[in-house]
Antibody, heavy 118, light 112 residues
Framework: QLQLQESGPGLVKPSETLSLTCSVS??????????WAWIRQPPGKGLEWIAS???????SYKPSLKSRVTISVDTSKNQFSLKMTSVTAADTAVYYC??????????WGQGTLVTVSS | QSALTQPPSASGSPGQSVTISCTGT?????????VSWYQQHPGKAPKLMIY???KRPSGVPDRFSGSKSGNTASLTVSGLQAEDEADYYC????????????FGGGTKLTVL
């Protein structure tokens, strides 16, 4: 059974960089034709797609976040990562890593809450 | 403001059917058959209920069905059960200058 697990700091200071990693187990990123993505959900609000990456490193981004976000994949570690620069309180959210196919996310991590605060 | 428009709430009595709409544009819902729907219970990660407009993943009851007409996709829940009470989100592949994915704002389904 495929499992995804997010990891990273739960607290980030304003203007700093948020860094998260998703570890994939029960399947190999490099053996599949899926995309791997990050989705976030601010407290009490809806879902927001951030970015996705293919095993080759080819990536896609939400246009309004593209200038601040980088998604990358490390097939040797079976992980993919998210970096978001210049964070503000508006970036406070539960961040989910997911497996994606045709725009649909069929496997989700449990989510990790990242709070932006000084 | 979300890219896809959903009603904030919907409701129905046990056994009834409820339909939730999701309106986009020719650049997302109307242009591609990559519409998906997610169910989210409080404090839980979303669960994929429908993908490819009409397809159900293994294990999802056939009470859940999806459709699309033009720029509007719909999720219908038939034979409502108490456990169907949750938030529902639609999602679509989109392409403007670049390809990406967009979500609706979510619909809170209440089983009366």
């Amino acid at each position: 059974q495929l499992q995804l697990q997010e990891s990273g700091p739960g607290l980030v200071k304003p203007s700093e960089t948020l860094s998260l990693t998703c570890s994939v187990s029960g399947g190999s990123i490099s053996d599949s034709d899926y995309h791997w993505a990050w989705i976030r959900q601010p407290p009490g609000k809806g879902l927001e797609w951030i970015a996705s990456v293919f095993r080759s490193g080819v990536s896609s981004y939400k246009p309004s976040l593209k200038s601040r976000v980088t998604i990358s994949v490390d097939t040797s570690k079976n992980q993919f990562s998210l970096k978001m620069t210049s964070v503000t309180a508006a970036d406070t959210a539960v961040y989910y890593c997911v497996r994606e196919t045709g725009g649909a996310s069929d496997y989700w991590g449990q989510g990790t809450l990242v709070t932006v605060s000084s | 403001q979300s890219a896809l428009t959903q009603p904030p709430s919907a409701s129905g009595s046990p056994g009834q059917s409820v339909t939730i709409s999701c309106t986009g544009t020719n650049s997302d819902v109307g242009g591609y058959d990559h519409v998906s729907w997610y169910q989210q219970h409080p404090g839980k990660a979303p669960k994929l209920m429908i993908y490819g407009v009409t397809k159900r993943p293994s294990g999802v009851p056939d009470r859940f069905s999806g459709s699309k007409s033009g720029n509007t996709a719909s999720l219908t829940v038939s034979g409502l059960q108490a456990e169907d009470e949750a938030d529902y989100y639609c999602c679509s592949y989109a392409k403007t200058d670049t390809s990406h994915v967009v979500f609706g704002g979510g619909t809170k389904l209440t089983v009366l």
